[in-house]
């Protein structure tokens, strides 16, 4: 089991700039992935980033070269940074670990408000 808890959610404003974090915790050995998805307000959960055990990463295009997702392993810790943020960007933000036994597990999700 992986226990996933995400912080850093909050209100800003267009063009601002938040920080996104993702603890894990339990059989942190069996992490192969960790990433983000979001869900906005009536529709679905989209992928945002992903990034391996060794730092290879993946961005959905909406956010390519805005957003950037790094990886704590000492700490055991994900982040999203995302830079010019606009309206479009506000959700719910999911954290979920694949495990290389492949089982997928998610946060509780953290809210992101970007609005003047």
């Known amino acids: 089991q992986v226990q996933l808890v995400e912080s850093g959610g909050g209100l800003v404003q267009p063009g601002g700039s938040r920080r996104l974090s993702c603890a894990a915790s339990g059989s942190i050995f069996s992490i192969y992935t960790m990433g983000w998805y979001r869900q906005a307000p009536g529709k679905q959960r989209e992928f945002v980033a992903a990034?391996?055990?060794?730092?290879?990463?993946n961005y959905a295009d909406s956010v390519k070269d805005r957003f950037t997702i790094s990886r704590d392993n000492t700490k055991n810790t994900t982040y999203l940074q995302m830079n010019n943020l606009r309206p479009g960007d506000t959700g719910v933000y999911y954290c979920?670990?694949?495990?290389?036994?492949?089982?997928?597990?998610w946060g509780q999700g953290t809210q992101v408000t970007v609005s003047s």
């Open positions: 979920y670990s694949n495990t290389r036994g492949g089982n997928v597990y």
């Open positions: 990034i391996t055990d060794r730092g290879s990463t």
